[in-house]
Every structure is written in structure tokens, then in C-alpha cells.
């Protein structure tokens, strides 16, 4: 009897393959990066950290709106596990991992499993995303409540059972994003696409005018806060819109955005490794950004266009903004993908065995990618100097010299006016440290910080 594709193992098992191979990259690669790589903490997450223990409900400064939900969670992490780095960072792992499985599910909504399981890996195998992932500032939660955004707001379109569920979801994600820099101008974008899209409109224009109007209500009770400090703090507002405070010099945020994109020669000077993206990969993202343009006519374009458009400008001003775009970068890179696997269906449409064997190449393509991105990765910010001088491995070596500390003892840290709210944060959730002189009778331990000494 004639043997066919569908009766080897390998092709009837090919997705239980392709997703284990998928979750078994997330984990190891978000492991990997939350407690190895690299291990340290730089400014901007001893900032952030600092920023999360004053929260308070008795006082809450209308600067204290901007990423309030991230600075929540950091709290919570602290107060449970104390001040450390693994307290500070976690935050942003929880919210890595739910954005990869948010990207993959939100991929096979758009597309096919097939492309879902590669782009997935692609994503998360980047820089940029392993970056974010271990990166203890609120980084991360534009990428988490864009990828959710999308992916509820497609369910709601597409899924009747739990259909109420999601429209929920859409309005806290929704209010939720205005609290971060950037986040109104996706809440635009995918109102820009219910007005001007057909198919969108049309379910729209079905939602009974009473949950409308409840939506929008308790909306705007959940984004009271921001509305005033908005209007209290000027500052506010254009922080959360991404309008610069400073001077602007166009020229040199055009090339600052090249060298971010394309600089493939140049050398890495910052705590962000540049370019965002392997060379492989921009190839992709150029195809899918190609590809977009010519598939108009869907909702996704819609989104993603008219999300893109909105951004571009607001980065060209601040080019600090850039991560803002991984989820759209992402997005072009699954079109780049499926681009390449349907045009090689193209060629082979009644042909199973040429379709599988198509898939060889392109995987061997993701896997090279991919390992290119984790090394690159690893061995930037384990090894180079000019990316490492950013981190600081002191709190790490402080709480290691109390662990050493007998039963009772206490040490006082002297620390640098700078470092103080740090250290003073880490002493109220220590009791073991104190900050200030040693005492007279010599009795207590004396660290020093190294900018202090």
C-alpha cells in the first residue's frame, strides 16, 4: 500500500512538536534572562522601585499616574519578597511571559498555527523582548496591553460564546492604557478602525446602546485619576502623550532612529542593545511591512497602520519611545512569515510532501534567527563592557554581606546622598540594615557603599 504525508508520526504530531519546542524557548529564555543575564540592576529599575514603595492611597502625587498599574504590581513584589532584584524584576517576567501567550494566541486568531508557532518563537527569542523581559521598569506593559488589546478586541468580534467577557476585558485594558505614555494613541488606532472598517462598524452598531453607555461610564470613573492629574500637572499629560519637555533636534533623532534600526556595524554604547533586530529578522519586517500595504482591505491593516502612523511621529521627537514599536515590528515580522510559507504553497498547492519539505528551510531560517538573537543577547550583557557599565551589582552584594550576619545582628550602610532613598527604601523592609554612622560602642556591622566611599 502506498504511503502517504499523513501516516508518519512526525507529520500527524507536527503542532504537539512545534508547541512544546515554542513554551520549552519561552521559559528557558525568560529563566535565563530573570536570573542570569545580566543578574544586575541599572538606574532606571532602582528608579522604578523607589517610584513603587511611595505609592500610597493617603497621598498620591499626579505624577504617581503614570504606569500606577505596573508600579502597583512592583509594589506587591516587594512587599512580599522584600527589596532584591529578584522582588524588583518580577513584574516585568510575569508580564513577558503573558504577552508571549497573548502574541500566540493573537497570531492564530489572525493567521494560521503554523505561523503562529514561528513568529511566536521569533518574538520571543529577540533582543528587544528578552530585554523587556527582565527589565524591572514599566517597559514592558505597553507590549503586555497592546498584544491583550488586540487579542480581546478579536475575540469580541469573532467569538459569541463568553462574548460579554471580553467586551469587559477591551474596557479595563482599554482605561488601563491610558495610564502609560503612548497607550492613547493604540486606543485611537483601534477606535480609528471601528469607524472606518466595514465589518467592524457593522458589529458595532449591534452592541445594545445601554452597555455602550455603561462602558463608557465606568471608563471614565477608572480614568478619573488621570484625567486630573492631567489637568493639575501639565507635565502629566505630555508624559503620557509623549510630547518631549526639552529642546528637540530632529536631525539627530533621525540618525539616533537609523543606527537604532539599521545600524547592523555599529557598536553598542547603551543599556539597549542596537540595532532591535537581526538582520534576518528586519528582512522579514520589511516584507511584512511590504505586505501590509497591500492588504489594506483587513481589520488588522487597519490597526496596525493607522497605530504606526500615530506612533512614528512621537518617536521621531523622542526616539526613547522606540520599544513603544516592538509589537508592531512583531506584527510585520508574523506577515514576513506568512508571506514566505503561502508563497511556497503557491508553488506546490496539491503537492503535501513539496509543502512539508518547504517547511525545512524556513525553520532551519527561524532557528538561526533565533539563536543569533539569544547569543547576541548574552553575550552582550554578560561580556561588554560599555553595555555592563549601566549595571550595578551592589544591592545583590549588600544582602549576601546581612545573610553572612549572625542571629539579631545589624548593619549600618553608609551610602551617598544619591543612593539613599534606595538603601532607605531597602532598610524599611530590612530590619537588618540601618542607614546613617556607626554607632559609638562599634557594635554594629559598617558597609560602605563604593560612590560613598
Not at 498555527?113 to 530585554?131: C, E, H, K, P, R
Request: with cysteine.
Amino acid at each position: 500500500m502506498r504511503e502517504h504525508v499523513t501516516d508518519y508520526v512526525f507529520y500527524r504530531r507536527r503542532y504537539v512538536l512545534g508547541y512544546s519546542l515554542l513554551i520549552a524557548t519561552i521559559l528557558t529564555v525568560l529563566i535565563v534572562a530573570f536570573i542570569f543575564v545580566p543578574g544586575e540592576l541599572r538606574q532606571g529599575e532602582i528608579d522604578s522601585s523607589i517610584k513603587s514603595a511611595s505609592l500610597s492611597l493617603k497621598s498620591i502625587a499626579p505624577a504617581m499616574v503614570v504606569d500606577l498599574p505596573y508600579h502597583v504590581l512592583q509594589r506587591l513584589s516587594i512587599n512580599i519578597l522584600g527589596v532584591s532584584t529578584m522582588s524588583i524584576k518580577l513584574p516585568s517576567l510575569i508580564l513577558a511571559l503573558l504577552t508571549a501567550v497573548g502574541f500566540f494566541f493573537l497570531v492564530k486568531l489572525w493567521f494560521h498555527s503554523n505561523v503562529a508557532i514561528f513568529a511566536s518563537m521569533l518574538a520571543s527569542t529577540t533582543t528587544q523582548f528578552i530585554f523587556l523581559s527582565q527589565d524591572g521598569t514599566p517597559a514592558i506593559i505597553y507590549s503586555f496591553l497592546a498584544v491583550w488589546l488586540l487579542l480581546s478586541a478579536t475575540m469580541v468580534t469573532r467569538q459569541k460564546i463568553f462574548a460579554t467577557f471580553w467586551k469587559v476585558i477591551v474596557c479595563v485594558i482599554t482605561a488601563t492604557l491610558l495610564y502609560v505614555p503612548l497607550g492613547i494613541y493604540l486606543v485611537v488606532a483601534v477606535l480609528t478602525t471601528m469607524v472606518f472598517h466595514p465589518h467592524i462598524r457593522y458589529i458595532v452598531k449591534r452592541l445594545p446602546a445601554f452597555k455602550v453607555v455603561l462602558a463608557t461610564v465606568l471608563g471614565l470613573i477608572v480614568i478619573s485619576p488621570v484625567i486630573y492629574a492631567a489637568i493639575v500637572d501639565t507635565n502629566v499629560a505630555k508624559q503620557l502623550l509623549g510630547i518631549p519637555t526639552g529642546a528637540i533636534d530632529l536631525r539627530h533623532n533621525a540618525a539616533v532612529l537609523i543606527e537604532t534600526m539599521i545600524g547592523f556595524a555599529s557598536a553598542t554604547d547603551s543599556y539597549i542593545l542596537r540595532p532591535f533586530f537581526s538582520l534576518g529578522a528586519f528582512l522579514l519586517i520589511i516584507v511584512g511591512a511590504y505586505k501590509i500595504m497591500t492588504q489594506k482591505h483587513t481589520a488588522r491593516s487597519y490597526i496596525i497602520l493607522a497605530w504606526g502612523l500615530l506612533l512614528f511621529p512621537l518617536i521621531l521627537l523622542d526616539p526613547s519611545h522606540i520599544q513603544a514599536y516592538f509589537v508592531i515590528a512583531s506584527m510585520y515580522m508574523t506577515l514576513g512569515i506568512a508571506t514566505l510559507i503561502a508563497d511556497w504553497y503557491k508553488l506546490f498547492p496539491r503537492n503535501p510532501y513539496a509543502r512539508v519539505l518547504g517547511l525545512v528551510p524556513l525553520s532551519i531560517v527561524v532557528l538561526g534567527i533565533m539563536i543569533s538573537g539569544i547569543m547576541r543577547y548574552m553575550n552582550n550583557y554578560q561580556y561588554n563592557p560599555d553595555v555592563l557599565a549601566y549595571y550595578s551589582k551592589d544591592l545583590t552584594l549588600l544582602r549576601n554581606e546581612l545573610d553572612t550576619l549572625k542571629n539579631g545582628s545589624k548593619a549600618t550602610l553608609i551610602a551617598s546622598p544619591e543612593e539613599q532613598p534606595f538603601y532607605a527604601m531597602l532598610a524599611k523592609y530590612d530590619s537588618r540594615v540601618t542607614i546613617g554612622a556607626k554607632d559609638a560602642d562599634g557594635s554594629v556591622s559598617t558597609i560602605v557603599t563604593r560612590q560613598a566611599h
